[in-house]
């Protein structure tokens, strides 16, 4: 039987993932996606820059109501994504659906 050499990888050589790297390397593990430490450490940092970068700048951009005709400007305390009048409407409009008198529903909320 044939032994392989210590250092010798059995892993197919790729590119490094960091692109101001793409390195040619052979990987010390199956998944290895970078040719160092300092390659993986950059290229995090940098995907933790842009997402901390991006959720910011929407973190203080205004919601509006997602139903077609509405443009209210919903709360931050508000989770979902249309307004209070919108919603009343959709459940009205569904209730009527099922054969409720829409007259009597409107007088109601």
């Known amino acids: 039987m ?21 390195k040619i390397f052979e990987p010390k593990t199956y998944n290895g996606v970078y040719c160092s430490a ?3 450490k950059i290229f995090t940092n940098k995907k933790l820059l842009d997402k901390y970068h991006t959720n910011k700048k929407n973190k203080f951009k205004k919601r509006v109501c997602a139903t077609n005709n509405c443009t209210t400007i919903l709360s931050i305390y508000n989770k ?30």
């Not at 250092?7 to 050589?13: E, Q």
């Open 38 to 40: 300092e390659c993986r």
């Open 80 to 109: 979902e994504k249309i307004c209070e009048k919108c919603k009343i409407e959709r459940y009205i409009a569904r209730l009527a659906s099922w054969g409720w008198d829409e007259k009597k529903l409107r007088e109601e909320f």
């Open 2 to 22: 044939e032994q392989r050499k210590k250092n010798s990888s059995h892993f197919d050589s790729k590119k490094c993932a960091n692109d101001e790297c793409s």
